[in-house]
């Protein structure tokens, strides 16, 4: 008769050595751990960060020539979004406002809300005073008068002969303005503050 038989777990009485489970080595898993949670927080607070910054300064890309020699086609400049949410409207800023649905321009702020603008012999003037524009390409060959009028300003191309602006299609509603140029910041060669300088000189034209 055959008999059948289990073999017997080997166990140290029976001098073979008892096998455990190892444990995990939460010394080597803890760093880990630890660095991926701190990727993650940093990952998200960089996120919000932008975020905030993107509420605040908007990126524009200079596309024609209408603001030589100040602005270059193919630099990119840096806007204040908020520079006029409370007001803070300076003639000699460079302003970014929407021309239509599809296109943004470039120009400089000339005129307030009630301000009366006079182009002749090459000079502008505002409210009968001649302005200091060191900043432009040649003097303006046209010639106009213009009263701008409330909720709206007056924009000019620092190249004026060869510049679409306020003295070709009239004004800019202030809803339209999106913000004030801070920095060209690109092409790193080219990066500058853009300054607004005072550009009404003290005596008045009689």
């Known amino acids: 008769m055959d008999y059948l038989y289990s073999t017997p777990n080997p166990s140290p009485e029976m001098g073979e050595p ?3 489970p190892q444990p995990v080595n939460s010394n ?3 760093p ?6 701190e990727l993650i927080q940093t990952l998200v607070l960089a996120g919000i960060l932008y975020g905030m910054i993107d509420v605040v300064i908007a990126r524009v890309r200079v596309e024609n020539i209408s603001m030589k020699p100040t602005l270059e086609p193919g630099e990119f400049l840096l806007v204040n979004k908020f520079a006029y949410k409370t007001g803070g409207l300076n003639r000699g800023d460079i302003v970014i406002f929407h021309y239509n649905s599809t296109e943004d ?21 505002v409210n009968d005073t001649i302005l200091d524009e060191p900043y432009i390409a040649a003097p303006p060959s046209y010639t106009g008068v ?9 924009v000019l191309g ?11 299609w009239g004004f800019v509603p202030l809803e339209k303005v999106v913000g004030k ?3 060209v910041y690109w092409p790193f060669k080219d990066a500058k503050i853009l300054t607004h300088p005072t550009i009404v000189n003290a005596s008045s034209v009689k």
């Open 18 to 20: 008892a096998v455990e």
């Open 28 to 30: 080597f898993h803890a």
């Open 32 to 37: 880990v751990v630890a660095f991926l949670i």
């Open 105 to 125: 321009y470039i120009k400089r702020l000339i005129g307030l809300p009630g301000d009366r603008i006079e182009i002749q012999k090459g000079k502008v003037k």
């Open 146 to 154: 213009w009263d701008v009028p409330a909720g709206s300003v007056f």
């Open 158 to 168: 620092d190249n004026r002969n060869s510049s679409s602006d306020s003295h070709s």
């Open 181 to 183: 140029a801070l920095a």
